[in-house]
C-alpha cells in the first residue's frame, strides 16, 4: 500500500529560501499539489529574515484563491509577539476566504523573538495560554468579556468568523514541558522542520502519555513533522541541495545528516516509513529547493498520482 493511502502528507509551499521565489512558482506548487492529493499545504513564519521570506498569512491566501480543497497551515506563528485580536481576525478571514480550510500553528518562540519584536519574554507561557483562550472566544462568541493578567478587554467582537467551528490551532514545540503543554491546549502538534529525528523519536512518547492523561485519543490527535528535503537519483546531488540549505537558512550543516532526508525516491519512501512507525500520522514534506520538480519526486515516494 503507498503511503500516502496510509497517512496524510502535507506540501510545503515555497516561501522561504535563500533564492528569489517567484509567484507562478508559489501557484504552480499550490495547485500540482492538490491534484495530486496531498492534505495540506503548509508555510513558517520568519518575519525578521536573512533570506526571502513571506507572510504566512498573505502567501496562504494568495493559494487559497488558486486552489479549491487543499487545507492551508502555518507553522508556527510565534504567538506571544502577535496581538491576539488581529492574529484573530486575520486566520477568521483566511478561513471565511478559503472555504474552512486554515490550520493556525503556534508556538512559544525563542528568546531572539522577543528581542526582535521588543515585546518582554517575563510571563510568556501565561500570556501564550491568555492569547489561545482569547483567539477562540472571539472566534466562537457574539461578544467577548476577558480579563487576565495580560489582556483585559469588554463586549469586543470580531468583524467575521471563522467557517470551521473550531479552527484548529495546532503547536509546533519541542521541550518537554511545551510538548505535555500541547496535549492540553492544542489541536494537533508537529515537530519542527530544525529539530532532529531522534528529537521526534522522544517527543512522540511524551505527547501520547500527556495525551491518554488528558483523556484524548492519540490515535485522533495529528502528530507530524516537517521534514526538509531533497531527492535525486544521484545521492551526492540531493546531500548537496539539503547541505546547502541547512549551512545558508539555518547556519547548521550538520542538520543534513541529523534532522533532513536526501537520496534516492526509495531512499526518502524507507526513511518515511520510519517516521510513521514512531507515530506520526501526518507527515509535511518541505523541498528545499527545485520546487515543482521536487514535488513530482515526493508525490513519486509516497505513492501519489494525478
Known amino acids: 500500500m503507498a503511503l500516502i493511502d496510509r497517512i496524510p502528507f502535507g506540501m510545503s509551499l515555497p516561501h522561504r529560501s535563500p533564492d528569489p521565489i517567484a509567484p507562478a512558482t508559489v501557484r504552480g506548487v499550490a495547485q500540482r499539489a492538490e491534484a495530486l492529493g496531498f492534505r495540506d499545504l503548509w508555510v513558517t513564519e520568519n518575519t525578521l529574515d536573512h533570506v526571502t521570506s513571506f507572510d504566512p498569512v498573505a502567501v496562504l491566501t494568495y493559494a487559497a484563491a488558486v486552489t479549491s480543497r487543499i487545507r492551508l497551515g502555518a507553522s508556527v506563528l510565534v504567538l506571544p509577539v502577535h496581538d491576539p485580536r488581529m492574529t484573530a481576525h486575520q486566520w477568521a478571514s483566511l478561513d471565511a476566504l478559503s472555504g474552512g480550510r486554515a490550520v493556525m500553528g503556534v508556538g512559544i518562540g525563542r528568546p531572539a523573538h522577543y528581542r526582535e519584536f521588543e515585546v518582554p519574554p517575563e510571563g510568556r507561557v501565561g500570556r501564550f495560554r491568555e492569547q489561545l483562550s482569547l483567539i477562540r472566544a472571539l472566534w466562537s462568541q457574539e461578544r467577548v468579556t476577558f480579563k487576565g493578567r495580560f489582556y483585559d478587554v469588554e463586549t469586543i467582537r470580531l468583524g467575521i468568523r471563522p467557517v470551521q467551528q473550531p479552527l484548529p490551532i495546532w503547536a509546533g514545540v519541542g521541550h518537554p514541558d511545551a510538548i505535555r503543554r500541547a496535549a492540553a491546549l492544542a489541536d494537533g502538534w508537529m515537530g519542527a522542520g530544525g529539530s532532529t529525528t531522534e528529537d521526534f523519536r522522544r517527543s512522540v512518547p ?101
Open 206 to 306: 511524551i505527547l501520547k502519555a500527556e495525551l491518554e492523561k488528558s483523556g484524548r485519543d492519540p490515535d485522533q490527535f495529528p502528530i507530524s513533522k516537517r521534514i526538509f528535503m531533497a531527492i535525486d537519483d544521484d545521492p551526492a546531488k540531493a546531500r548537496a541541495m539539503l547541505h546547502r540549505w541547512y549551512a545558508e537558512v539555518y547556519h547548521n550543516p550538520a542538520g543534513t545528516e541529523t534532522s533532513g532526508l536526501y537520496g534516492t525516491a526509495e531512499t526518502i519512501a524507507a526513511r518515511l516509513e520510519e517516521f510513521v512507525a514512531m507515530g506520526a500520522n501526518h507527515l509535511l514534506l518541505n523541498p528545499i529547493a527545485n520546487h515543482q520538480e521536487q514535488l513530482e519526486a515526493c508525490a513519486a515516494a509516497i505513492g501519489a498520482s494525478g
